[in-house]
């Protein structure tokens, strides 16, 4: 009934040893021979093997749960869905290990985007002891059993005829929403991918239209909501996923969405604390003048230039420095004169208000502190300053390389007070042992000043996470703050929230949208009336994700 | 596996393959590796190339190994394992090739002036897995009387009672097998088969059912196409792979004993 396979390769050795009397094994290699096969065998079909794996891998029970459900009842197909911010690298992590040590999975195909390829191989490899390789060099494909690498480079040749070539066990991509359109060259690669197993991991399986997600489950399953005639004709263009008990049914088969406020966890809370600061009288002069430039539409090729050095100017006089410098040199000795006359401003210039601000909070904490910054010369400065002022710190940047950030985290954790970081960046480093966020200068991206947050206040941070944001009064600083602070309550929200928010806005480019405010505004008041644009559009989409968690509970 | 099971177990491997304990805390072990066994686990095939080529004098490592965190081994400079450590598999691995076949004596005495017959077993540790889109395995242990055929579940459990030695002990002779190893191999496998067809073979309906159940999708979502398209087939193959109930059955490691006929 059942196919039986002998595997015979053991024996052919076995009858070679006995024609040439050996070699044979001691008693004891032979029993530890049986001991290792014994403590490798799968039990049972149910449960899960992989947390006793993964001992210093403490998960959390809705993440247990997810994988549980996903190798019992799912297949091993599913729509991991949860909110931003719950692990679903996690979950996912623990899946494709449980396959892994039951045998069911060897070859793996994991689709990420560019920018996190790098990050999951090292959360495989480090978190879950999975040997996955990122690709760089096209025989990796064939020679490594568990390959990351961004959909786009797969999709295209060579790789993609050699990726077709491979008998894949398990497909994971993450950001799945990404493949909504089922006319899309993602689409069709993925279609013809061969999925055994397949988890698709996204945090907002329906953006926009009912249909997002029947393409989403007919890539996994397809049939599983029907074709698409019969989709469009059941559940037609007018209804929606939380109208419809039956559909909604049908897609919790394959999906499955924990949201923050069901899973129990306690999430410690954020204090959040605004300080300003009034300029010295050297540094509002040297501020406006850099404003003044605006109306010397000549000299500045571009809006991001003017822009970034009026923030600068709010950082410190090292950075605007630093940024003239660069342009000066561009001029190759034909220096306009408004330079010669901004550097005598900056020479002007002899202490930086908010660096001395920033020393009092840290002598006030009097605990770990880490203040974040957009610039390098910032930085410097800061660290060069603190270090007159008694205070020892370290630096961090986006571009150490790993071993040099681990060193660093070391170093802020058990010998200094402060550590001076320029780039949150997607690098995966935990800084859970500190309470203190000093926001020295602001990004205008609030999903960065998300993940600037992110380091301290994340899953398992015990204690309340005290957040400073820096900003000089009467500059765009200010504005900014308005803005992030009390027009979209960026700080008040949830960890991943906002991420839901903006991406149903398809407001992915908020960076740029303001950059465009700041500078095509004639006068303040067109300004404060773009801005108010912009804050009703968010609060919109705000009650607009609000009423989808509602209506899907 | 509990940690102190992982530091017996990497004691006894060690130790049963030449290399020496420089010292033991109840939650470390350091070992001074055997050329051979740095081979197998250090990956430095370059060293090795070189010291072979020179013909240097070669300095095997010696490797740490933590299997608790206290206070004596805070400090240490090592590798902690546990149950999930890529270092232990690689361990567990080494053990498997290097266990694999066996052949020993039963240590008898002789009473008396005549010498003892031993008699030749096939003993098989198999492990059947049971695999759809889940997957379990079983242990079996089996032994075969080469000269009647008969045969012995658990066996290795009742060898483990018995004083076996790797050469044939004093006073001892052995008989010849009648049956062929390699055709005892073949009667063990048919023996497994018949266990298995007895078996409850719920968990095999229980995919079938998922897969026709999936391919019945599949087929009303390309209904309408007349011709159907790639997707449709590599998918088909896919539910194939994912569901199809297969048994495999594998030697972990076996060989040949020569034991004193008893009655029991």
Redesign the interface.
Known sequence: ???????S???E???E??EKD????????????????????????DGLQAP?????LTPLPHQLEVAKQV??QM???AILADEVGLGKTIEAGLILKEYMI???VKKVLILVPASLVSQWAMELNEKF?I?AVPQKKSYVWEQCDVVVSSIDTAKRNPHRDIIYEQQY?MVIIDEAHKLKNNKTKNYEFV???????CLLLTATPIQNRIEEIFHLV?LL????L?????FAETYGKERSLQTDEHLKALVNKVMIRNRRANTGIEWSKRHVETVMIDFSKEERELYEAVQMLKSNGAMLNSQFSLITMLREACSSREALFFTLKNMINKYEGNIPSYFQALMEKINAVTANSKAEKALELIRRIDDKVIIFTEYRATQLYLQWFLQQNGISSVPFRGGFKRGKKDWMKELFKNRVQVLIATEAGGEGINLQFCHHVINYDLPWNPMRLEQRIGRVHRLGQTKDVHIYNFAVRNTVEEHILKLLYDKIRLFERVVGELDDILTKMNMNNLENYLHDIFFHSHNEREMQIKMENLTSMIDLADQLTKGEHYAAK | MQQNDIQQFLKRYFQTNDCSIVEETDGHLTVQLSVELDKELMNRPFYWHYIERTGGTPAPMKLTLITKQNEQTRSLTGERLHFGSPRLHQIFQSAQRRGSYIRLYEQAQAIGPSSIPLHPWLGLNMRISYQCDRKKDQFLSLGLHLISGAIVEQFHEKLQRLALTPKIPDYCFTISPIIKPSSGIGRLEQYVKRIIDQDDHTWAEEAIARWQEDKALLDHFYEDIAEKPECYYIEEEALEEQYKPKITVSIINGGLFYLQPRTA
Not at chain 1, 1 to 7: H, V
Not at chain 1, 52 to 56: A, G, M, N, Q, W
């Open positions: 009934m059942i196919e039986i396979e002998f595997d390769s053991w024996q050795s076995f009858v040893r006995i050996g070699p044979w094994a001691s008693w004891e290699m032979y029993q530890l021979a049986l001991e290792a096969a014994e403590h490798l065998l799968i039990p049972e079909f006793k794996h993964l001992p210093h190798v019992e297949n091993g197909k039951r045998g069911l002891f040997p066990d279609q013809n991918l061969k999925k055994k197993f007919s399953k397809p049939g599983h029907g074709n698409a005639t019969y």
